[in-house]
């Protein structure tokens, strides 16, 4: 998912501590940043919500390439806002981390270093206006399979800024449904360059929701501290069996002769993605890792002096005001 | 030089006649640019008519400790609400 493999980090605190922290979220109470939590709770979350903030961010530079080259004014303004929001989505997250007692810094350099990580399917090319489609359909599609039940999860800052952003992240994927649809019931080339997207995009989408996690201690603490809510064969169960009709709708294929309904299980059976590529684009190793952290650093770096000049600008004139005063 | 630009908690009022209410927050060197910046983080979607930013560091919170002593005296209370009196239906409603 947008946070892939989060380790949960072990908890040394008074045991006493430990059972009423996990009583009050059987209870359903939501724990604020004030309130006492235990270390690797804590830590968790800031693995967890920081590597959602850069996805949210990383997540912008995929679809930031086609901007300029939208088909279209109306297309272009809609791209605009698309990329905008998913800014304002990383940036409700960075303030949900914070409240944590981690820095906005602290959390930009760890990803610049490589230290944290931002989901893996960012790390993959664009090539042309259909993966527009393609990404608002299934990128987005997938997110929404993951966010909509951390609504629920039980740090307050994480779960109010979940319900802002699933508010909007229904517009990002009708609008990629709705370039889908017109480059499927467009000319046979139009057609084919919408296979050609979901063929790429297929197993990549997948793979956001992470490798299976049935057996994964990390993932059983996460769930019973409720900052995870499904495992992740739950969720991409759930994606296929939502995206599997709007391909048919579409006349598309999905690139999986496996794809096939199972009454048995009230679900489709489908094949699992290569694996290896995802641990190698975890790595660093995916086509476009490289770029995207370029691209990161070098916003960083400019930016420098405009952040800078600002703050010396405000510091004067707050300055200037004493002294007027 | 590099110092992070202050933590500011934003306020909106969602239509004419409703409380301010706290949003979020978000980064900004001043206040003028902390208005500028929640207005594109948080109301890209006509959810505000207005606008408060108030600097973080200058907000004083209740401990959560304290939540006993603050606010358990009122559940000792309940003749404070109305349904504490039954009134006979023969008055009528009151
Ligand atoms: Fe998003
Ligand atoms: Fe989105």
Same mark, same amino acid.
């Given at each position: 998912m947008y946070a892939q493999m989060v380790t949960s980090e072990a908890t040394n605190d008074d045991p006493a501590k430990l059972v009423a922290f996990q009583a009050r979220i059987d209870a359903g109470e939501k724990i604020e940043p004030k309130d006492w939590m235990p270390e690797g709770y804590r830590k968790t979350l800031i693995r967890q919500i920081g590597q959602h903030a850069h996805s949210e961010i990383v997540g912008q530079l995929p679809e930031g390439n086609w901007i300029t080259r939208a088909p279209t004014l109306e297309r272009k303004a809609i791209l605009l806002a698309k990329v905008q929001d998913e800014a304002g989505h990383g940036l409700y997250l960075y303030c949900a981390a914070e409240t944590?007692?981690?820095?906005r810094d602290e959390l930009t350099e760890a990803l610049l270093s490589g230290k944290m990580k931002y989901s893996s399917i960012f790390n993959y090319p664009t090539l042309t206006w259909a993966d527009m489609g393609a990404v608002g359909w299934l990128v987005d599609g997938a997110a929404i399979m993951n966010q909509v039940p951390l609504q629920? /999860?039980? #740090?307050g800052p994480y779960a109010r800024a979940m319900v802002r952003i699933c508010k909007e992240e229904s517009f990002h994927q009708r609008q990629g449904y709705d370039i889908m649809m017109k480059m499927a019931f467009g000319t046979p080339a139009q057609k084919a360059m919408a296979q050609d997207a979901l063929n790429r995009f297929w197993y990549p989408s997948l793979m @956001? #929701?992470?490798?299976? !996690?049935? !057996?994964?201690v990390h993932s059983a603490q996460s769930m019973a501290w409720k *900052?995870? @809510?499904?495992t992740n064969d739950e969720l991409r169960q759930k994606f296929v069996d939502q995206t599997v009709p709007q391909a048919e709708y579409l006349g598309? /294929? *999905?690139? !999986?002769?496996?794809?096939k309904w199972n009454e048995d299980k009230g679900g489709y059976d489908f094949s699992e993605p290569d694996w290896s590529e995802f641990f190698e684009v975890i790595k660093g190793n995916g086509p476009c890792n490289a770029e995207r952290l370029e691209a990161r650093q070098k916003a960083w770096d400019d930016g420098a002096w405009f952040r800078d000049g600002l703050m010396a600008h405000a510091s004067k004139r707050a300055t200037a005001k004493v002294a007027a005063e | 030089m590099s110092s992070e630009w202050p933590l500011w908690e934003i306020f909106i009022r969602g239509q004419h006649g409703l409380n301010h209410r706290h949003v979020g927050s978000l980064h900004a060197p001043d206040a003028e640019m902390a208005i500028k910046h929640a207005r594109d983080v948080y109301t890209r979607r006509n959810e505000g008519v207005s606008i408060w930013v108030v600097p973080s560091a200058t907000i004083t919170a209740s401990s959560p400790s304290d939540k006993g002593p603050l606010f358990e005296p009122a559940n000792a209370k309940v003749y404070r609400h109305p349904t504490f009196f039954d009134i006979p239906d023969e008055v009528g409603k009151m």
């Open positions: 944590l007692g981690v820095s629920r /999860t039980s #740090f @956001m #929701f992470g490798p299976s !996690d049935k !057996d994964s *900052i995870k @809510m499904n598309l /294929t *999905i690139p !999986d002769p496996a794809v | -």
